[in-house]
């Protein structure tokens, strides 16, 4: 039994998503899914429908169109983008997390990281919703490690703020990296393989074979919003990112500076939504 086997067996507080969630994350590998069908599951699902309302109708998702109904949603938004909007809200209300865990700061990142990575998909041509989806997962397996081994999660966090690396600290001390937690708990949700991929090797893209497009891009997301956390000017945060990345996902870096200013607000108002 691997070490992510045994933290599983162990664990006592294996998150779980709505019905409507499972039957979404299956229409990723089903493109002639039954659309009005899902819809009006969702519709049902009152607590799901009023947040997912509520997110839509954010800057980030809706711009300046109102959306006032699961149905409309579709309509104006698209069922892709519904769907992430129903995953996240899923997501966000799955984790039960210490009282001393700052759970809202937790996923205002992975928001943060979720939107660079959709940006980053639309420059080089994938799914941007797909890429979203991956983003906000990213470091959901530490959700899963913290609840199990809280103290060492601490110490861990307080070697990563004096710059260690967070996989190579997990891998030394569990035998496993957050991104190996976060492909498992993907994978017994049955998300596609793209997506568990891409949460199991964003820490090391080119490791995976074939490479990881959505690892790919996870990766250089959690650069970009680094760099915007210190307020790196254009030109630096392009020369902070990995070039070996970049030149795989193909993307182009003064088209990139160009689309810049679409990450001034990475998350809009989607800390109120928290």
């Known amino acids: 039994m691997s070490a992510v086997d045994d933290l599983f067996r162990k664990s006592q507080q294996l998150p779980t998503i709505p019905k409507?969630?499972?039957?979404?994350?299956?229409?990723?590998?089903?493109?002639?899914?039954?659309?009005?069908?899902?819809?009006?599951?969702?519709?049902?699902?009152?607590?799901?429908s009023a947040k997912v309302l509520r997110l839509a109708n954010t800057a980030q998702f809706g711009g300046n169109r109102k959306v006032?109904?699961?149905?409309?949603?579709?309509m104006v938004l698209g069922f892709n983008s519904l769907r992430t909007l129903v995953l996240a809200c899923s997501f966000v209300d799955s984790f039960r997390t210490p009282k001393n865990f700052d759970i809202k700061k937790f996923w205002l990142h992975s928001f943060r990281?979720?939107?660079?990575?959709?940006?980053?998909?639309?420059?080089?041509?994938q799914d941007g919703e797909i890429a979203f989806t991956c983003g906000l997962l990213h470091e959901i397996g530490d959700l899963l490690i913290m609840a199990e081994h809280p103290t060492q999660f601490t110490n861990i966090n307080n070697s990563v703020a004096l710059g260690g690396n967070r996989a190579e600290l997990e891998l030394t001390l569990f035998g496993f990296t957050y991104g190996d937690v976060g492909a498992e708990l993907a994978n017994r949700w049955r998300f596609p393989d793209a997506i568990v991929n891409a949460i199991r090797y964003q820490s090391s893209p080119?490791?995976?074979?074939?490479?990881?497009?959505?690892?790919?891009?996870?990766?250089?997301?959690?650069?970009?919003?680094?760099?915007?956390?210190?307020?790196?000017?254009?030109?630096?945060?392009?020369?902070?990112l990995a070039v070996d990345i970049v030149h795989a996902l193909k993307l182009d870096t003064d088209k990139m500076q160009l689309h810049?200013?679409?990450?001034?607000?990475?998350?809009?108002?989607?800390?109120?939504?928290l």
């Not at 006032?68 to 579709?74: F, G, K, L, M, Q």
């Not at 490479?211 to 945060?237: E, K, T």
């Not at 679409?262 to 989607?270: P, Q, R």
Request: proline residues 3%; charged residues 20%.
């Open 68 to 74: 006032a109904s699961i149905r409309e949603a579709v």
């Open 260 to 273: 810049l200013a679409e990450l001034n607000d990475l998350t809009g108002d989607i800390a109120a939504f």
């Open 20 to 48: 409507v969630a499972q039957e979404l994350i299956v229409t990723f590998d089903q493109p002639d899914a039954a659309i009005d069908d899902i819809a009006k599951k969702i519709a049902l699902d009152q607590a799901i």
């Open 206 to 240: 080119n490791a995976a074979q074939p490479f990881s497009v959505y690892a790919g891009l996870i990766y250089l997301a959690q650069q970009v919003v680094a760099q915007l956390d210190i307020g790196a000017a254009p030109d630096q945060l392009m020369e902070a």
């Open 113 to 125: 990281v979720a939107a660079a990575s959709k940006w980053l998909a639309r420059l080089c041509k």
